[in-house]
């Protein structure tokens, strides 16, 4: 029988920043979105004030005081995630990335090689997370992944499980019972009101339906919900990652811009981004597409077929600022900007240019000891020519305060 743990990171995005600022802890933070527009994570204190979630911030500054509001940094917490996936991966290589502060593990017979319960083991990676990498987890385990998950929520609410909750076999049926439709994985507002249309409130009433009828209302996902909630593993652990077929990268700016360097600026700096992460993938681009967004959200886009595939910053930045030209007009206003990476090929399967220049080879060399930086000092340890802008220049570092 499958055992599926789920490690959910609390509060992660505002985790991380107390981790990095200890002054931080047990103080009402929130950390916004892109271009500080709304909250996108609150501490367990700015909760408990009744700060809601995608709440506009020049709402929250006026009706809330006394909270620290802090622009989000993308690169320390997708650098802390890379770290707790390394730790759960010393456990078992069954590891799927959910989201960045989610990971499912299938531990399935580890008791016997760690020669302790299943109980014990989530207690140990749930110790060895918050000793060694500072962010507090809560874990759930369970036959499936729709149970592991809500076992997890149940382990961060109930504050008597100290943030472990395993659901059992024998005692799914009863859960089901008390557990209302809406509170499970993959089931929103939508797909209640539609289960609700034929009478159906709790996990069990649907455990009962018959096949037919479910896979009618609700297609293949119907029968999936239903073997899930039984026990029955549908979507097993996937640690094996699908390459994706293109990449892109964009963000607004932090106010409306006619200013042509600042802009590009933002595009090298998406290029860095984009780059950085075909690299890590073993990939190479053999198309970029550069966009820009107007103050009235047109939208323009060019885009260039390269000579070769790559994956250096400094190649794309050349093509990218060609493409800028065509698109900039100095009498619109843009709000934001994006590069966009296609056409993606494995570097192994590529053939090899056996009469690469200078240039290309050196550019190179740049971007691995570029990596190697950001690998041992987090990513944006340095930048190059980036922008003209202070306000831009701290959001990107998420160093953007305000109280």
């Known amino acids: 029988m499958a055992e599926i743990a789920l490690v959910d990171c609390n509060n992660f995005f505002v985790s991380c920043e107390q981790l990095m600022n200890p002054a931080l802890r047990n103080r009402a933070v929130c950390v916004l979105s892109n271009n500080d527009g709304c909250i996108i994570a609150r501490s367990k204190e700015a909760k408990q004030m009744g700060i809601p979630m995608g709440y506009p911030l020049f709402k929250a500054k006026k009706e809330f005081k006394n909270v620290i509001y802090i622009s989000r940094n993308f690169g320390l917490y997708h650098d802390i995630s890379k770290r707790i996936i390394l730790k759960l991966m010393s456990y078992t290589p069954e590891v799927e990335q959910y989201s960045i502060d989610e990971a499912f593990l299938d531990l399935t017979g580890l008791k016997k090689l760690y020669r302790c319960s299943y109980e014990e083991i989530i207690a140990k990676i749930k110790t060895e997370i918050e000793a060694e990498i500072g962010v507090p987890v809560s874990i759930g385990l369970a036959p499936t992944k729709t149970l592991a998950k809500l076992?997890?929520?149940?382990?961060?609410?109930?504050?008597?499980?100290?943030?472990?909750?395993?659901?059992?076999?024998?005692?799914i049926d009863e859960i089901l019972k008390r557990t209302q439709i809406e509170d499970i994985w993959g089931i929103g507002k939508n797909s209640a009101a539609l289960f609700h249309k034929y009478g159906i409130y709790k996990c069990s009433e649907i455990v009962k339906q018959n096949d037919f009828w479910l896979k009618k209302i609700w297609g293949k996902r119907g029968l999936e919900l239903k073997m899930e909630?039984?026990?029955?593993?549908?979507?097993?652990?996937?640690?094996?990652?699908?390459?994706?077929?293109?990449?892109?990268?964009?963000?607004?700016?932090?106010?409306?811009?006619?200013?042509?360097?600042?802009?590009?600026?933002?595009?090298?700096?998406?290029?860095?981004?984009?780059?950085?992460?075909?690299?890590?993938?073993?990939?190479?681009?053999?198309?970029?597409?550069?966009?820009?967004?107007?103050?009235?959200?047109?939208?323009?886009?060019?885009?260039?077929?390269?000579?070769?595939?790559?994956?250096?910053?400094?190649?794309?930045?050349?093509?990218?600022?060609?493409?800028?030209?065509?698109?900039?007009?100095?009498?619109?206003?843009?709000?934001?900007?994006?590069?966009?990476?296609?056409?993606?090929?494995?570097?192994?399967?590529?053939?090899?240019?056996?009469?690469?220049?200078?240039?290309?080879?050196?550019?190179?060399?740049?971007?691995?000891?570029?990596?190697?930086?950001?690998?041992?000092?987090?990513?944006?340890?340095?930048?190059?020519?980036?922008?003209?802008?202070?306000?831009?220049?701290?959001?990107?570092?998420?160093?953007?305060?305000?109280?």
């Not at 929520?153 to 059992?168: F, P, V």
């Not at 077929?305 to 093509?319: A, H, I, K, W």
């Not at 000092?377 to 160093?399: A, C, M, V, W």
């Open 151 to 171: 076992a997890c929520e149940k382990a961060k609410k109930d504050k008597n499980l100290n943030g472990l909750c395993r659901i059992y076999r024998h005692d």
């Open 229 to 403: 909630l039984a026990g029955e593993s549908a979507n097993p652990v996937q640690s094996k990652i699908e390459l994706p077929k293109s990449i892109q990268k964009t963000s607004a700016f932090s106010h409306f811009t006619q200013d042509k360097d600042y802009i590009k600026g933002s595009l090298h700096y998406h290029s860095h981004q984009v780059c950085s992460k075909l690299r890590k993938l073993g990939l190479q681009t053999e198309i970029i597409f550069v966009m820009l967004r107007t103050k009235d959200f047109r939208v323009y886009t060019e885009k260039i077929v390269l000579p070769e595939p790559t994956d250096s910053e400094f190649l794309v930045n050349q093509y990218a600022d060609k493409l800028l030209d065509k698109l900039y007009d100095k009498n619109i206003i843009y709000r934001s900007s994006g590069i966009y990476a296609d056409k993606l090929s494995e570097k192994a399967s590529s053939q090899l240019f056996l009469f690469e220049d200078e240039k290309t080879k050196k550019a190179k060399k740049i971007a691995q000891v570029w990596d190697n930086i950001e690998k041992k000092y987090g990513r944006n340890s340095f930048q190059i020519g980036i922008t003209k802008d202070p306000q831009e220049e701290s959001k990107l570092h998420g160093q953007n305060f305000f109280s």
